[in-house]
């Protein structure tokens, strides 16, 4: 009647369990229930199987991959999309940062050279002071 009676269990993280001596012991006592249970049933009027749980789970299998819906690729193709803004996102900000660093190296640049003269204009200045006051 359940997954859980053959010895299969889920896992807190999804995965799933096998305890074997419980699945044994689900086959030893009725086989064909659990053939049935994985693989369905027989029906009169039928064609093929119904019901079990390897029937029903290529069936989402088949809409999971339908070419038409396909919700595996849209979600992929989502993925992709989002990958690919974020790149550019980050390429923009290393173009910003790039330019903030020229702006930056230019500002320290004309500071600095601007010491320089003002040191050059101090001891011109001082030279001329000093000239002054001995010539007087």
């Known amino acids: 009647r359940s997954i859980g009676q053959m010895g299969i269990s889920f896992n807190k993280d999804g995965t799933l369990s096998l305890d074997e001596s419980k699945l044994k012991e689900a086959l ?3 086989y064909d229930a659990v053939a049935g249970f994985f693989l369905g049933y027989e029906k009169e009027g039928y064609s093929g199987r119904i019901g079990g749980v390897l ?3 290529g069936e989402a ?3 999971l991959t339908d070419p038409l819906r396909n919700p595996v690729k849209s979600a992929m193709d989502g993925l992709n ?3 690919s803004s974020l790149q550019k996102n ?3 900000y ?4 790039q330019s903030v660093e020229d702006r930056l190296y230019a500002q320290f640049s ?3 050279e601007a010491l320089r003269l003002m040191s050059v204009t101090l001891a011109s200045i001082s030279s001329s002071l000093s000239s002054l006051t001995t010539s007087s």
């Open 90 to 92: 980050i390429e923009d």
């Open 110 to 112: 004309a500071a600095d």
């Open 55 to 57: 029937t029903n789970l």
């Open 81 to 83: 999309s989002s990958i």
């Open 28 to 30: 030893s006592e009725n």
């Open 94 to 97: 290393e173009r910003r940062l």
């Open 61 to 63: 299998m088949k809409g």
